[in-house]
């Protein structure tokens, strides 16, 4: 006859294999919608992506003939190159995050579903949601840095202030952009022809040119706020660096907006778009 003690042991016994075997059936559940996942990650890049993004993620994709290559078209006023990213860097412009992180998951979405202007990177806003986010997963891949590293916070915008675009606004941005330095490279005019703009190259050690305001494109959008942003952020790997530390004060990042608004010709145009979220205009 067993002891309650003992019946309390094989009790305990039973109960610890339920829940082993339960923990067990989950963790395999979710490995296997990781590995589906990953698989349709893997069928649409091979099918979308990898003709500029290559096999390996190293950006050496078919289009061999302009890769590695820097196309300066002087086409009204527009600067144009091409240079697929190479994702075995782990190294990304469009963050949200500060520089030297990776950039959080709902950036690569925007990426993918926006694509990039001024760069040969397609919007895919066709694919299904479920498709992108499957393709972002795989991209993942390619550098071990998701496996090290922790995704950082993303650096929230705060709202902008109504000042921003005017005269008085752009001036004071206008000294910062001078103090800043940042007509080393975007010269003067802001039309990106200062005196190291010639001998800028990237983490890659390709060729890069700093953008020319004049032309009125921005890779992450043309609105305040990813102006903001991208002078706060910076862009990693391409030589626009990161003024977080430098530029402390938000007034002061939001007077060097104006000024950039400025020298792109738009301070006219920022309106406050149909669902109150504010924007520059054509
Ligand atoms: C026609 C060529 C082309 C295709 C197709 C393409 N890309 Fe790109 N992609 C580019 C180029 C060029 C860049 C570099 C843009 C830059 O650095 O300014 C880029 C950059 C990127 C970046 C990095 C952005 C950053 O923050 O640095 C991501 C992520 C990306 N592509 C994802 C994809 C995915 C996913 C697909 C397929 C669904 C895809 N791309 C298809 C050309 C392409
Ligand atoms: C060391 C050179 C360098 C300095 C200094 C520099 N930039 Fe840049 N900047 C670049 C390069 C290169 C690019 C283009 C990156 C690309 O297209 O991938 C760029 C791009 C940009 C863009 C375009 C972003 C977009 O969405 O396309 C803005 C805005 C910008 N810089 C603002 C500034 C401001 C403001 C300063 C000073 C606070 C500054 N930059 C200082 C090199 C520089």
């Known amino acids: 006859m067993k002891t309650p003690f003992q019946n309390q042991a094989i009790y305990s016994v039973l109960l610890l294999t339920v829940f082993s075997l339960a923990a067990f059936n989950e963790s395999a559940s979710a490995q296997g919608i990781d590995a589906r ?33 820097i196309q300066r078209f002087h086409k009204r006023g527009l600067l144009w190159y091409f240079l697929p990213a190479d994702f075995t860097l782990g190294v990304f412009k469009l963050r949200s995050t500060p520089t030297g992180c990776l950039p959080t998951d709902e950036d690569l979405m925007r990426t993918v579903t926006m694509g990039i202007p001024r760069s040969g990177m397609p919007s895919h806003k066709v694919l299904p949601e479920e498709d992108r986010r499957a393709v972002v997963e795989y991209i993942k891949t390619f550098s071990e840095r998701w496996q090290e590293e922790e995704p950082c916070d993303s650096i929230s915008v705060p709202r902008r202030y109504a000042w921003v675009g005017s005269d008085t606004s752009a001036e004071k941005g206008k000294k910062l952009y001078i103090k800043l330095k940042c007509w080393e490279c975007h010269g003067y005019t802001g039309e990106g022809n200062g005196p190291k703009a010639d001998r800028l190259v990237d983490d890659r050690g390709n060729k890069v040119i700093p953008l020319d305001f004049t032309t009125g494109l921005l890779k992450r959008g043309l609105t305040p706020e990813s102006l903001y942003l991208t002078f706060t952020t910076g862009f990693d790997g391409s030589g ?23 020298l792109m010709g738009r301070t006219k145009s920022i309106t406050i778009g149909s669902e109150g979220t504010l924007h520059a205009g054509e």
């Open 37 to 69: 996942k990953l698989k349709r990650g893997r069928e649409v890049y091979e099918h979308y992506c990898v003709v500029c993004h290559g096999k390996n993620g190293d950006g050496k994709g078919h289009l061999g003939l302009v890769r590695y290559t």
């Open 240 to 262: 626009m660096p990161s003024y977080e530390d430098s530029l402390p004060d938000v007034q002061m990042r939001w007077h060097l907006v104006s000024y950039v608004l400025k």
